[in-house]
C-alpha cells in the first residue's frame, strides 16, 4: 500500500479505450492542482500506427509506452511535484512496472463502465487514432485492478465533473488531498 504522508503522489487514471481517462485526468488534475500528463502522446509512432489499423498491442509493444510514462512519473516526483497521468494500465503486469517506476508512490483510479457505455461514449469521440473496433480486445485485455493496493474504482456512467469528484472523495482518504 502506498504511504500516507504528505508528500507528492503520481496517480494514474486507468481503464479502456473510452473510458475517459483524459476528461477524467484533467478534471481532476485541476481539482488536485496536479500536473496532467496525457499518456497517449507518448506512445511511440509505431503503437499509434498499428491502433489506427485497428491492431491491438502486444505486451512487447506496450513496455517501452509503459517506462516512458515511469520515467515521466518517476522525473516528477524527483522534483517533489505530483502527477496525474492517463494510462490504459490494463494488465496487472503493467501496473506493477509501473508502480516500481513510482517507488511505490503510485495510486490508480480505475474508471469501470459497461461495454454499451464505453462503446458509445468512443463512437462520439473524432479525430482519434484509436477505433471503436478495438473495444472488445481492450475488454479481454483487461485485468480488473479493484482490489489492489492504491486502488480507488469509480462508475463512469455520470458526467465529467462528478465523476473527478468521485475520484478525488475516493482517494481522500488514501491521503491523496
Ligand atoms: N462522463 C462523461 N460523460 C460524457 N462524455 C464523456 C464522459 N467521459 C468522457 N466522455 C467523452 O467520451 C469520449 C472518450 O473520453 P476520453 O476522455 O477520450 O476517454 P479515454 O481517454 O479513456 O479514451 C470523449 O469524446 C469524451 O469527451
Ligand atoms: O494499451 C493499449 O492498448 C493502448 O494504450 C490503449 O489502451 C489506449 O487506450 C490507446 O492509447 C488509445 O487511446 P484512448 O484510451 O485515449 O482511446
Same mark, same amino acid.
Given at each position: 500500500?502506498?504511504?500516507?504522508?504528505?508528500?507528492?503522489?503520481?496517480?494514474?487514471?486507468?481503464?479502456?479505450?473510452?473510458?475517459?481517462?483524459?476528461?477524467?485526468?484533467?478534471?481532476?488534475?485541476?481539482?488536485?492542482?496536479?500536473?496532467?500528463?496525457?499518456?497517449?502522446?507518448?506512445?511511440?509512432?509505431?503503437?499509434?500506427?498499428?491502433?489506427?489499423?485497428?491492431?491491438?498491442?502486444?505486451?512487447?509493444?506496450?513496455?517501452?509506452?509503459?517506462?516512458?510514462?515511469?520515467?515521466?512519473?518517476?522525473?516528477?516526483?524527483?522534483?517533489?511535484?505530483?502527477?496525474?497521468?492517463?494510462?490504459?494500465?490494463?494488465?496487472?503486469?503493467?501496473? $506493477? *512496472?509501473?508502480?516500481?517506476?513510482? &517507488?511505490?508512490?503510485?495510486?490508480?483510479?480505475? =474508471? #469501470?463502465?459497461?461495454? @454499451?457505455? /464505453?462503446? $458509445? *461514449?468512443?463512437?462520439?469521440?473524432? &479525430?482519434?487514432?484509436?477505433?471503436?473496433?478495438? =473495444? #472488445?480486445?481492450?475488454? @479481454?485485455? /483487461?485485468?480488473?485492478?479493484?482490489?489492489?493496493?492504491?486502488?480507488?474504482?469509480?462508475?463512469?456512467?455520470?458526467?465529467?465533473?462528478?465523476?473527478?469528484?468521485?475520484?478525488?472523495?475516493?482517494?481522500?482518504?488514501?491521503?491523496?488531498?
Amino acid at each position: 500500500m502506498p504511504e500516507r504522508t504528505n508528500r507528492a503522489h503520481a496517480i494514474i487514471v486507468m481503464g479502456v479505450s473510452g473510458s475517459g481517462k483524459s476528461s477524467i485526468g484533467e478534471k481532476l488534475a485541476e481539482a488536485l492542482s496536479l500536473r496532467f500528463i496525457e499518456g497517449d502522446q507518448l506512445h511511440p509512432a509505431s503503437n499509434v500506427e498499428k491502433m489506427s489499423k485497428g491492431i491491438p498491442l502486444t505486451d512487447a509493444d506496450r513496455m517501452p509506452w509503459l517506462d516512458l510514462i515511469g520515467e515521466a512519473m518517476k522525473a516528477a516526483l524527483a522534483k517533489g511535484d505530483g502527477v496525474i497521468v492517463s494510462c490504459s494500465a490494463l494488465k496487472r503486469i503493467y501496473r $506493477e *512496472r509501473l508502480r516500481v517506476a513510482a &517507488g511505490g508512490n503510485l495510486f490508480f483510479v480505475y =474508471l #469501470e463502465g459497461s461495454k @454499451e457505455l /464505453l462503446s $458509445e *461514449r468512443m463512437g462520439h469521440r473524432s &479525430g482519434h487514432f484509436m477505433p471503436t473496433s478495438l =473495444l #472488445e480486445s481492450q475488454l @479481454e485485455t /483487461l485485468e480488473v485492478p479493484t482490489g489492489e493496493p492504491g486502488v480507488v474504482t469509480v462508475d463512469i456512467d455520470d458526467t465529467i465533473e462528478d465523476i473527478a469528484e468521485e475520484a478525488r472523495k475516493k482517494l481522500a482518504p488514501l491521503g491523496v488531498a
